[in-house]
């Protein structure tokens, strides 16, 4: 099992920044990815950001340039540097970890994190 804590959401205007924390604990060895997803109101939850293994990223196409994702695996935590930030990109933002096996994916996740970008 993995645990994930999530810590750094909040209020920020347009153009601004935060930076989104998530704290590993549990069997971390066994995780193959880590990043974010983001679900807004009424909207699928969808993938930000990801940091496999091999340290390879992966990020979606709404966040490329402005936000970065960097991985302490001595720490086990994964932090989202996020500027130049939109009203569009109010969510709730989920740490997520990904355990890849033989037979099965097992995706664990936080307990999300609020952002809301004000106009």
């Known amino acids: 099992q993995v645990q994930l804590v999530e810590s750094g959401g909040g209020l920020v205007q347009a153009g601004g920044s935060l930076t989104l924390s998530c704290a590993a604990s549990?069997?971390?060895?066994?995780?193959?990815?880590i990043g974010w997803y983001r679900q807004a109101p009424g909207m699928q939850r969808e993938l930000v950001a990801q940091?496999?293994?091999?340290?390879?990223?992966n990020y979606a196409d709404f966040v490329k340039g402005r936000f970065t994702i960097s991985r302490d695996k001595a720490k086990n935590t994964v932090a989202l540097q996020m500027n130049s930030l939109k009203p569009e990109d109010t969510a709730v933002y989920y740490c997520?970890?990904?355990?890849?096996?033989?037979?099965?994916?097992?995706?664990?996740w936080g307990q999300g994190t609020q952002v809301t970008v004000s106009s």
């Open positions: 940091v496999s293994s091999s340290d390879s990223t």
């Open positions: 997520n970890a990904v355990e890849m096996r033989a037979t099965y994916v097992h995706h664990y």
């Open positions: 549990g069997s971390t060895f066994g995780i193959n990815a």
